[in-house]
């Protein structure tokens, strides 16, 4: 790392702010992500991760749902969607929705993670009918369902408020949300990479409404494509500020672009390097964020497995049938047991701890499980 002596006294301010617990402002993350190198960015980051989570590393026994790939956007970024009369294109039934929330009781799964496409000739009963089935069939299971860009269609399509929309889903059996379709929030970049998907004041809004309902949900970024070091900084900026005032996002997840079959296949797939960089980052400028997921899906495990010392306290779950990013080329395995989701964790000299998604212990005899009492983090003292 080559800094003159100012960049370097302005390297030293930062340092002595992270180790104060103070926060860091969008101009210090900007110079941040633009001059310093990935092992001191790192060492920044894992005092923060052990300050907040010590020595543990989390994660979730969980299973995927993708009900359908049709989808009205075109989103230049996504080889997940099809068309109505693509051979690539289909759409659960509810038996077969049955079938995937059975196999989910039969392996123990706490969670079910629900996304999918904008099915144009699906109304909003198909979509609530999705929850229902699965809330009727294993109440015990916690429905992580629908992300803001979903949330923003049913409003759409039902001409009716986001705050109407998710209470029908609450009342349905819907437990909380995931972060997808953030993307990248400045409009510099959104309006190439996605210009007719609902815009970041919407996702800020359907969130917004969610906590306010008392729904927690995570947060996301897509990065690796056309943005800017700006862009990712004032990404985080922007979510920092919403969890100041309510408080309701659980995890961030920043989520590396695979090329591979979508509109934007002439840019190279993020390094190592570059993952590792944007994990030490989030966990650097969200101080108000309890925990940072290294998510081995799009991550790759060898990858996964280091951000754990570079900011990251969790590997998200077994995640069992997920498809969106297989189809853009990710080679990982569609799926990790305990065991190895374990090794990966012990192998990184951190201790594996099973959680709900809501971030409870969980207490497990196969798969026989029960609820524990909070995982507490110093950001939550």
């Known amino acids: 790392m080559n800094l003159n002596q100012t960049e370097q006294q302005q390297l030293d301010l930062i340092t002595r702010k992270v180790e104060a617990g103070e926060r860091i402002t969008f101009d210090e ?145 819907l437990s909380s949300m995931p972060g997808g379709g953030a993307e990248i929030f400045h409009p510099e970049v959104r309006e190439q990479i996605c210009e007719h998907k609902a815009d970041a004041e919407s996702w800020f809004e359907v969130h917004h409404e969610a906590h306010n309902l008392g729904l927690r949900s995570n947060a996301t970024i897509l990065y690796g494509h056309y943005e800017q070091a700006k862009h990712r900084i004032d990404h985080l900026c922007r979510l920092r500020e919403l969890q100041d005032e309510t408080g ?29 960089k944007v994990i030490a980052l989030s966990r650097i400028m969200l101080d108000n964020f309890d925990h940072i997921k290294a998510y081995w899906i799009m991550l790759g495990e060898k990858t996964a497995q280091t951000a754990l010392s570079f900011g990251a306290d969790d590997l998200d779950g077994t995640v069992v049938h997920e498809l969106i990013y297989h189809d853009a080329g990710a080679k990982t395995p569609e799926g990790l047991t305990v065991e190895q989701l374990h090794r990966l964790i012990n192998e990184a000299g951190r201790i594996p701890v ?9 207490v497990r005899e196969g798969a026989d499980w029960s609820v524990g009492e909070p995982i507490l983090t110093s950001a939550a003292s």
């Open 29 to 173: 993350g900007v110079f941040l992500d633009e001059k310093v190198d990935i092992l001191t960015l790192g060492a920044l980051a894992n005092q923060i991760r052990e300050r907040k989570n010590g020595n543990f590393a989390f994660y979730n026994t969980n299973i995927h749902l993708n009900p359908t790939n049709v989808c009205v956007y075109r989103c230049k970024f996504c080889a997940f969607r099809a068309d109505l009369k693509s051979p690539r294109g289909y759409t659960f039934t509810d038996d077969m929705i049955r079938e995937r929330v059975q196999e989910a009781r039969t392996t123990g799964a706490t969670e079910i993670h629900v996304v999918g496409g904008l099915h144009h000739q699906k109304k909003f009963d198909w979509y609530l009918n999705v929850v229902r089935v699965i809330h009727e069939e294993y109440p015990e299971l916690h429905i992580k369902a629908w992300t803001p860009v979903e949330i923003n269609w049913f409003s759409f399509m039902t001409k009716k408020p986001t705050r109407w929309v998710l209470e029908q889903m609450m009342e349905a059996g």
């Open 354 to 362: 099973e959680r709900d998604t809501l971030y409870r212990h969980i």
């Open 248 to 276: 309701g996002f659980q995890t961030f997840i920043p989520l590396a672009f695979h090329p591979e079959n979508t509109g934007m296949s002439e840019i190279h797939k993020p390094s190592g390097l570059m993952d590792l």
